[in-house]
């Protein structure tokens, strides 16, 4: 993530999105002005402001040549809640499938994780602080004073609706009473706390009491999501908010100690009401929501069988799209200001098959182009995230140096376009599929081997050839 990218210029966020992703550069401009579109209307007037929607993106082209990748490294680069959505998921009230609201409510728990995430990075310093002292008091009970339990305040009241087991469980009282004298308790506790720092007791096993949350009884409240997505699951998790927590002893490492000490310490030191209002208002501001195979739910009525849902679908995500505000459990959402992104091959449908009030909500088409060989040659060594990079790295983890040589990563681009000529048409992941035929035996024999390995045009042809030259084959193994 950028340091500051509400200050990224368009050009700035191109030159940005250009590091992973090769060519396509109208939808690089078209989400590029879209970002810079939101730091804009952030200076502007409150009037003035929420008058101002977003303009969402459709983007029209074959699979594989970066419409998801785009939209994800567009949210990383942003720091946006993101979320991918398939349109095919979805069906009108009365079928089998997913209520669209749910989208709304993936985005609400996307941006809850990203805040949280954001805030225990805050607080990582003084949680594994904590987590240590925990660990201390375990390994050296005798250097800790008795504390006093805490009971649950609803766990009587609970306890006689629910069964007496949500009244026990209340947490154990620390037995252990200091029995040396303060400065030999001192002297004990800096010792041991530098040794657990440095790592000295990682693989030392060691019981602690470890926090379940408490299950309501099996068919009190189903598990469904009701309208809204405030069904059984909510009314559980709210009710177990009210719950004592349940202890378990576990045997664990030190290391898994502290680690599980350092989470609720955090945990504790976190409000996350806060984290709730943060994560909302930067869903609604900031979020952007990629829902991917809209050309799948294309059509309008008069269709029979499995297409009789589709226009319904489309109605169904309208009022999303347009903005509305849909009850999360985290609190209401309104996506007045999400950007939505669009995407599909539009191979048989067509942008004009969808209905025309969700069409005049995407007023940004963008066509991406489908991949040249010279673009694969790119894709396999230039961008942060390269092909061979990757593959050289994989494999130098059992000590093989990987070459692979300009003429050799020619060939493995023009078999690729080949095949996707010949075969289906799935852009860059054709590439994937080439280089594991290629490189199989080199990684199968790299444990006993080792050493420098070269690849050249010569190898790829002769591992590649009798198959790619036959397109009934190639469509089974490339």
Known sequence: MHDNPQELTPRQIVSELDRYIVGQADAKR????????????????????????????LMIGPTGVGKTEIARRLASLAGAPFIKVEATKYTEVGYVGRDVESMVRDLAEAAVRMVSDERRADVRDAADAAAVERVVDVLHPETVVATPPQANPFAASLGSLFGNSFAQNQGPTQTATRTLPDDEAQRIRASAREDVRRGFFDVRQIEIDVEEAAQLPIGMIGGNDGPGGMGGGDMGEMLGGLLP???VRKKVTVADARRLYAQQEADKLIDMDAVKREALRRAGEHGIVFIDEIDKVAGREGGRGPDVSREGV???????????????KHGPLSTDHVLFIAAGAFHVAKP???????????????????????????????????LIGQYRALLGADGVDLEVTPDAIAEIAQIAMRVNEQTENIGARRLH???????????FRAPEEGGTVTIDAAYVRARLESIAGNADLSSYIL
């Open 245 to 247: 927590k349940k202890r």
């Open 314 to 328: 489309q109605r169904d995500i309208l009022p999303i799209v347009e903005g509305s505000t849909v009850q999360t």
């Open 30 to 57: 078209a989400v590029a002005v879209a970002m810079r579109n939101r730091y804009r209307r952030e200076r502007l007037p409150e009037s003035v402001r929420k008058e101002v929607a977003p303009k969402n993106i």
């Open 352 to 386: 004009s098959d969808l209905i025309p009030e969700l069409q005049g909500r995407f007023p940004v088409r963008v066509e991406l182009e489908s991949l040249t060989a010279h673009d694969f040659e790119i894709i396999l060594t230039q961008p942060e995230n390269a």
């Open 433 to 443: 599929t080439v280089l594991e035929r290629v490189l199989d035996e080199i990684a």
